[in-house]
């Protein structure tokens, strides 16, 4: 993805969900995107899949190249051919994303003769195919099931079953386990890697959880109010966290052994229809000096396959006036 900005137009102005974003994503390789609720997360995904709401918004500029293609000027029927295929979504919930009135059986096959043209018998192989590489034990038998005879888990590796059904290059979990309990997801996140390693498939992890951002992503962008404020090596990132923000994030994940008060960052993102010049964090960062509020602060190699945006890492920084008495005060 190449400064890629997808905006929401309504009466009310222009909401900057994706705003410049970044990222490249090689075969077989997991990389984490992590950020509050309402940075754009969703909206950096569904982009990729040329899913976003229409007609109120847009991929205003940017580019997605896909195999060494770019999908921003493709049709949605062309889409639609490129979507499983070589890109796929799991969806969120797995209360909701099956249907009631459908067998599991018959939701697959679906998916899967979307893609590919079977006769019956084959088809039924197929299908039983998928849920086994999904690890459903007794495959056979629980092709007939409707979805309230199976447990969240269970249901939650059918929608992963019909997501890689066509074997898809990219395959975009979004905050994946967040109905389901903890052993659950781990087991999920162990499936889909077993199935990463079998295939190369290359994985993008949406959600909020540092513990299974360690687990399992190779690397990590943090995003903040639209933009990625910070992308790095899943280790060098825990090691280094270089962004404020990260560093706050970081800080606020539980761990067991502590007792003292969980760290939690004061105040809200700014508005992303509202969104100021000049560092997107200053309101809430303790380091905000003047230049950070007037200026977007430049990309900062800190290491191969390490960058992030603040003025703080500029050589300049120490030189750099404090921040002024009025603006404080509108902090205040
Ligand atoms: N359907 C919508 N209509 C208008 N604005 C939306 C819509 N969906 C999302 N947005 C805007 O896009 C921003 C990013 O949303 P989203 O990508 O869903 O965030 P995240 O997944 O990080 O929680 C939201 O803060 C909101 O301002
Ligand atoms: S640019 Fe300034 S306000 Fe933004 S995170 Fe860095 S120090 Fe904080
Ligand atoms: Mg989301």
């Known amino acids: ?13 222009v909401t900057k969900a994706v705003d410049g974003v970044s990222f490249s994503l ?18 950096t995904a569904l ?49 909701t994303s099956l249907n009631p009135v459908f067998t599991i059986g018959n939701q697959l096959k679906e998916a899967l003769a979307t893609h590919q043209r079977t006769d019956r018998k084959d088809m039924v192989s197929r299908t039983i195919d998928a849920l086994r590489n999904v690890r459903v034990a007794a495959p056979e038998s629980r092709l007939d099931d409707f979805p309230h005879q199976m447990s969240g888990g269970m249901k939650q590796r059918v929608l992963g079953a019909i ?30 890697k077993d199935i990463q390693a079998e295939t190369g498939l290359a994985i993008i992890f949406i959600t909020h959880d540092f513990g299974i951002v360690a687990r399992m992503c190779d690397r990590v962008a943090v995003m903040y109010a639209g933009r990625i404020v910070e992308d790095a090596d899943v280790r060098e990132l825990f090691n280094q966290p270089s962004h404020p923000y990260t560093q706050a994030l970081m ?11 969980l760290f939690a960052i004061d105040g809200q993102p700014p508005a992303l229809y509202a969104l100021p010049n000049g560092c997107r964090f200053a309101e809430r960062c303790s380091h905000a000096k003047d230049i950070c509020r007037r200026e977007y602060p430049p990309r900062i190699e800190i290491d191969q396959d390490h960058i992030t945006h603040c003025w703080m890492l500029t050589p300049d920084w120490d030189n750099q006036p404090e921040e002024s008495a009025s603006q404080q005060q509108a902090v205040e």
């Open 26 to 43: 090689r075969e077989g390789e997991t990389l984490g995107i992590v950020g509050e609720s309402g940075c754009g997360k969703t909206m």
């Open 1 to 13: 993805m190449r400064d890629l900005h997808t905006y929401f137009f309504n009466r009310w102005g």
């Open 47 to 95: 982009s990729l899949l040329r899913l976003i709401p229409k007609p109120a918004a847009r991929i205003v500029s940017g580019e997605i190249i896909l195999d060494g293609e770019d999908i921003v000027p493709k049709s949605d029927n062309e889409m639609r051919e490129m979507r499983g295929r070589k890109i796929s979504m799991i969806l969120q919930d797995p209360q």
């Open 163 to 192: 997501a890689i059904s066509s074997s898809p290059k990219v395959i975009i979990a979004d905050e994946p386990t967040t109905a389901l309990d903890v052993t659950i997801q781990l087991q999920y996140l162990q499936l889909l």
């Open 251 to 261: 800080a606020s994940v539980p761990q067991m052994d502590r007792t003292d008060r």
